[in-house]
């Protein structure tokens, strides 16, 4: 699992730095590094056969096959002089909850280490290419309070220049070592310049951070973003039940972001226990029929008087006239689901004859646009000191997050593979069918 190649030796002075304590003082004996060879295993679950409910096996058998991921966290040797690193941070794609923690935590963590010159790029990777994007000089003084609002206090953008024009700013900046915060787009971004580094013989630590409020990066349990965004849209979903419930054959319908997988629209209506039909683009679903969506809606209608629909922007796509237009991050431009459920809905209620009164909710941008809650609020923390910790632990090419619960440093290949999906066979996806009550939609 774990790519050997993925790490290197860093250390600017030629030689291996006990690492120094918060005092500046050298710490023997202090017990609070992690070991070189720890580690934490990738899965955790055998299981008995390829028929249990979401089993992840590698042959008929379900073999167990042990894979083991190193453990994050601060090493007793480090790789760089502290008070010769100058470090950038850059935050990529779009907005995320947690993004200002994040930073906030890198630097404070920097400084810990005894790093003076810390930098922040402007509007993701374009601030490594346009003239009138200069660097953030960065201190615990000027992110004290960054956390307390959401976005991004360095600025985001999609897209950038070629991966040789960044590298090459990295040698002029005369960087020693980079946080990238994004999502998938981005670490393909961040492993692609790690790459170019390495052709360059360059001793430059690129270290990841990632961010999603879609939960869609493999191997990891959550990604910093994601409960903020869950719980951001309980007051979309709470919204649309009322103003079902209170109309005369009410129907509230929400959209909710995620392109590839429901895992926000999953939880969403998990954790909101009003949702009657949940939508995600993992599970196919027919419109039509006496086994279609717009049939159950009806008999909803029929039984309880009103009813509450949740659906991911990525789902039933294939009812919508396919765009080949992209943005500036590679990403297919979605047709709205939303309107076109809408209007199935209405036209099918006019047609059997019976009143119905559609609310469309779409809090798109309102889930990423807002601070981080609690439970994201730790979980950025803990990742923006783990990317330091991994720096400065000789890694590069690698990113940091949380895997069966442990903290953990990953290939940055291992998890731009693919999308991570919601398994339609999983515990999580039938605990949602049950609270939903909903048939299956063929």
């Known amino acids: 699992m774990w790519n050997q190649g993925q790490r290197h030796f860093l250390s600017r002075a030629g030689e291996i730095t006990p690492l120094e304590n918060i005092n500046g003082s050298l710490e023997e004996s202090w017990n609070g590094y992690v070991n070189d060879d720890d580690r934490a295993l990738l899965k955790v679950i055998k299981f008995a056969s390829s028929t249990s409910a979401g089993a992840d096996c590698v042959d008929p058998d379900c073999s167990w096959v042990e894979q083991w991921v190193h453990r994050a966290g601060p090493r007793k040797r480090i790789y760089f002089e502290p008070q010769c690193v100058k470090a950038g941070i850059v935050t990529c794609g779009g907005l995320c909850p947690g993004l200002n923690d994040v930073i906030r935590q890198i630097v404070l963590t920097l400084e810990k280490y005894g790093v003076k010159n810390i930098v922040g790029i402007q509007h993701g990777f374009r601030g490594f290419f346009e003239d009138h994007l200069s660097e953030v000089p960065l201190n615990a003084h000027v992110v004290q309070n960054i956390n307390l609002a959401g976005g991004s206090f360095l600025g985001v953008s999609r897209g950038g220049a070629s991966i040789s024009d960044i590298v090459d700013s990295i040698q002029a ?29 360059l001793k430059v630590s690129i270290v990841g951070v990632p961010k999603t409020i879609d ?3 493999l191997l990891m349990d959550k ?16 919204s649309a039940y009322i103003e079902a419930h209170s109309a005369f054959h009410g129907i509230g319908l929400v959209k909710l972001m995620g392109r ?4 926000i629209t999953m939880h969403a209506s998990l954790s909101s226990g009003q949702v009657d039909i949940c939508l995600i683009p993992e599970v196919s679903f027919t419109l039509d029929g006496p086994n279609g969506v717009l049939r159950h809606v009806e008999h909803l209608i029929e039984t309880k008087g009103f009813a509450l629909i949740c659906i991911a922007e990525g789902a039933g796509q294939e009812y919508l006239q ?11 431009v979605l047709s709205d689901i939303g309107v076109h459920l809408q209007q199935k809905i209405k036209s099918h209620f006019r047609e ?21 809650n609690a439970s994201d609020a730790i979980l950025c923390t803990v990742l ?28 940055i290949p291992e998890v731009i ?3 991570r999906l919601v398994d339609p066979n999983s515990r999580m996806w039938h605990r949602c069918l049950t609270s939903t009550g909903q048939p299956d939609f063929h």
């Open 417 to 419: 593979k693919t999308p």
């Open 215 to 217: 939960n869609d990066i």
């Open 352 to 372: 059997i004859g019976v009143h119905s009164d559609v609310k469309y909710i779409d809090p798109t941008y309102m889930l990423r646009a807002v601070r981080a």
């Open 322 to 332: 396919k765009s080949n237009a992209t943005d500036a991050s590679g990403n297919m």
């Open 223 to 238: 990604t910093f973003g994601f409960d903020t965004a869950v719980e951001a849209a309980q007051r979309a979903i709470n």
């Open 384 to 411: 923006g000191q783990n990317a330091v910790h991994g720096a400065f632990a000789g890694f590069s090419g690698i990113t940091t997050g949380v895997c069966n619960t442990h903290n953990v440093y990953l290939p």
């Open 173 to 201: 900046r005369r960087l020693d070592m980079l946080f990238v915060l994004g999502g998938n787009g981005t670490h393909a971004g961040a492993n692609a310049i790690h790459a170019e580094c390495r052709k360059r013989k």
């Open 260 to 263: 590839s997988s429901g895992f």
